[in-house]
């Protein structure tokens, strides 16, 4: 039965838009907004549904190896004082480009002219090529490696050799099994990469031995996930950092879980415990939670997002993900563009051979029409005759507005749920989430939609909170200082001369 909530909820798109009408809608085009408004629109209640399943999987994953949400352990053992020092190289292999980075941590010294500058970067952006998401090992690791040579040339002078190498981190933000931080075997390719010959690999491994081969004055000390990244660099700067999240083209977050509860860790590894043989400690887990509900028990899916599975490399992976990342907002926008044109609703003067091109779209497109304030929505027809090469009529820009509504609010909403399961399962009642990605930080609404979902599901209203206890903040340079700051831990650990285990180093 429907609950009278639910009823209320479920109100028509025309009472929860915040959108002003522009243009009124054919009938036919007002009642397929109908239908898109009841496929795409997800209650409170049903949020609640969604994140009673997803503790379910997180504390699955917790407990053995190979469930569906996998729950990376990541050897990163506590969060930073904010005292870190050091000099680190870090990479960053993203979705489209790849990054190298030095970065100075200055911790808590004194002398800076600026205290509030905690460390500094020198850095070079190389956008991948396009063929790269489905080259071979091979060609991946050998064009990172001529980059890094590249960096080390122009940036580095000759200060490093084989006797000083420079430490350098690796932030492959992809779901990896650790069993030590300068180690991950690649579960699957996601956000659309399909290499050949890395899954059921070391990435590390091979990375390194590119590196050798190359001879540069490099040592791998740490691999690590963006989402542990972005936790580590704003725990720099800002206590009450609870979680990391990324929010961009791929979805996921990181916090620290403490030893005890993660059973499936080996209850004789020498590295988790205590001077008395009891585990103890923490460690961030890297959930990959994009993978909830691969097995379509509780997302609502519609055909759109059926379409985006079958197509992508990895069908019936990553599903959470398919619904709610900035790689596939822009290109469900699109498969609905095609479908009302195919039923004649829309562009029915002009075809654009654009719309009819898979990805087309990305999620500015939709963040750019959110964003429109221009008179008479100038911009958003700019957008659509540069993009796709349409002109649009004022009811075509009136839809499209909608729906880019639609898609964008069912993602901020889902998105907030993968938070609410991790500090529903953790007791976790205040704090900071520190986001990045693009949809978090380019996108100009993601927050607010985000905050107001979170609230309904932990019934913040109904508590009578003054303020919300749970707050997303834009999260520091996690892939650059946050995996500096990691391998410098790493190597302030490997430098103490009483550990309470050797066997925490790599081996
Ligand atoms: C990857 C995660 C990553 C996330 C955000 C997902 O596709 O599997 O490792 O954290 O994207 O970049």
Redesign the pocket.
């Given at each position: 039965m429907t609950s009278s909530k639910e009823l209320i909820a479920q109100d028509s798109w025309h009472q929860r838009s915040e959108l002003d009408d522009m243009a009124d809608l054919s009938p036919e085009l007002e009642k397929e907004m109908e239908r898109l408004d009841k496929e795409f629109w997800i209650s409170g209640e049903k949020l609640k549904k969604i994140v009673t399943r997803f503790r379910d999987e997180l504390e699955e994953g917790l407990q053995e190896n190979g469930t569906n949400i996998p729950m990376n352990v990541t050897w990163v053992h506590r969060l930073p004082t904010g005292k870190e020092k050091g000099t680190i190289l870090t990479l960053d292999l993203g979705g489209t480009n790849l990054r190298v980075c030095k970065v100075t941590l200055h911790g808590d010294s004194t002398d800076l002219k600026d205290p509030s500058q905690k460390y500094t970067l020198d850095q070079e952006q190389y956008k991948l090529p396009g063929s790269i998401k489905t080259a071979t090992a091979e060609e991946l690791w050998t064009y990172i490696a001529e980059k890094l040579s590249d960096f080390i040339d122009q940036k580095l002078g000759g200060e490093y050799n084989d006797t000083n190498k420079l430490p350098l981190g690796f932030t492959f933000?992809?779901?990896a099994t650790q069993e030590r931080i300068d180690h991950a075997i690649l579960q699957t390719w996601?956000?659309g990469f399909d290499i050949e010959g890395v899954e059921g690999q070391d990435a590390a491994a091979q990375l390194r031995e590119k590196i050798e081969e190359r001879k540069l004055p490099l040592e791998l000390i740490c691999v690590i996930?963006?989402?542990v990244g972005a936790m580590v660099a704003s725990a720099y700067n800002d206590h009450d950092t609870i979680i990391g999240g990324?929010f961009?083209?791929?979805?996921?977050a990181a916090y620290m879980s403490s030893v005890p509860s993660i059973k499936k860790l080996d209850p004789n590894d020498a590295r988790l415990k205590d001077s008395d043989g009891h585990k103890s400690g923490q460690m961030a887990i890297?959930c990959?939670y994009?993978a909830f509900d691969n097995a379509h028990r509780v997302l609502p899916l519609t055909k759109y997002d059926a379409q985006i599975d079958e197509k992508s490399p990895r069908p019936g992976e990553?599903a959470f993900?398919k619904f709610s990342?900035g790689l596939y907002l822009g290109e469900i926008f699109r498969l609905v563009l095609v479908e009302l044109t195919d039923k004649g609703l829309i562009f029915k003067n002009a075809q654009s051979d654009k719309l009819r091109k898979s990805y087309t779209l990305d999620t500015g497109f939709l963040s750019q029409m959110e964003d429109d304030e221009s008179r008479g929505f100038a911009d958003t027809r700019r957008l659509f005759k540069d993009v796709l090469g349409l002109e649009v009529t004022d009811e075509e820009i009136e839809l499209s507005r909608r729906l880019a509504e639609l898609i964008a609010v069912r993602g901020a909403r889902l998105c907030a749920c993968g938070v609410a399961a991790i500090c529903l399962k953790e007791g976790i009642e205040k704090g900071h989430v520190a986001a990045d990605?693009s949809v978090a930080n380019k996108h100009p609404k993601f927050k607010k939609r985000w905050a107001k979902a979170l609230g309904e599901i932990l019934d913040w209203e109904e508590k009578g909170l003054q303020e919300d206890p749970i707050i997303i903040t834009s999260a520091e340079d996690g892939s650059g200082v946050g995996c500096a700051i990691i391998a410098a831990m790493e190597l302030e650990w490997r430098a103490k001369p009483t550990k309470a285990c050797a066997s925490r180093v790599s081996i």
């Open positions: 933000s992809y779901p996601t956000k996930n963006d989402t990324i961009g083209t791929g979805c996921n890297n990959e994009g990553q993900e990342a990605g």
